[in-house]
């Protein structure tokens, strides 16, 4: 069945820079568009950003543009998403999440503070 | 604040129907599939509805989707307690190249 196990997250310090990765299995990840999602504390889903199956197209959130950096690698299966100069409001839950099908991870909680 | 709009919450008695608004334009809604996802905390959210009004094997045909124009609907039928959950829609916005969300809408059983 489908897998999504996203990992990396943690504590850090406003302005360092953290990188989630998200295992994938039980479908043919390199055909799958693939996103990142987050959830700020008592707050709603926010989408963060999206990539293509073959990385022809990537496309931001304008909350992280330029700081974050979505990718992936198809053989291994996984997605990352570097975050460079974190802010204390990028503290959320980050998910990946599958285009079609509506699978999700069960989630990574970066925490950005000092 | 979100693209999309739901209301904050709902509520109903069990085994009532209880109709959740999603509200859009038309770079998102009205060209677009739209999903609702449940989401109860610590979990990953679970899709309901997905292509506007298709439901994945599994959901209870009590759950149903549907869309006109700009906005979209998801309706409860027969509400039960294990139905109290934070509901979110969404679907793909043509001018932002990504993802939008709702702002969730808090489902209480009375």
């Known amino acids: 069945q489908v897998q999504l196990v996203e990992s990396g997250g943690g504590v850090v310090q406003p302005g360092r820079s953290l990188r989630l990765s998200c295992a994938a299995s039980?479908?043919?990840?390199?055909?799958?568009?693939m996103h990142w999602v987050r959830q700020a504390p008592g707050k709603g889903l926010e989408w963060v950003a999206v990539?293509?199956?073959?990385?022809?197209?990537?496309y931001y959130a304008d909350s992280v543009k330029g700081r974050f950096t979505i990718s992936r690698d198809n053989s291994k299966n996984t997605l990352f998403l570097q975050m460079n100069s974190l802010r204390v409001e990028d503290t959320a839950v980050y998910y990946c999440?599958?285009?079609?099908?509506?699978?999700w991870g069960q989630g990574t909680l970066v925490t950005v503070s000092s | 604040q979100s693209v999309l709009t739901q209301p904050p919450s709902a509520s109903g008695t069990p085994g009532q129907r209880v109709t959740i608004s999603c509200s859009g334009s038309n770079s998102n809604i009205e060209n677009n599939a739209v999903k609702w996802y449940q989401h109860l905390p610590g979990t990953a959210p679970k899709v309901l509805i997905y292509?506007?009004?298709q439901r994945p094997s599994g959901v209870p045909d009590r759950f149903s989707g549907s869309k006109s124009g700009t906005s979209a609907s998801l309706a409860i039928g027969g509400l039960q307690s294990e139905d109290e959950a934070d509901y979110y829609c969404?679907?793909?916005?043509?001018?932002?190249?990504?993802?939008?969300f709702g702002g969730g809408t808090k489902v209480t059983v009375l």
């Open positions: 990539i293509w199956h073959d990385e022809t197209k990537k």
């Open positions: 999440a599958k285009d079609q099908g509506g699978y």
């Open positions: 292509g506007t009004n």
């Open positions: 969404a679907t793909w916005d043509d001018s932002l190249n990504g993802w939008v």
């Open positions: 039980g479908f043919i990840f390199s055909s799958e568009v």
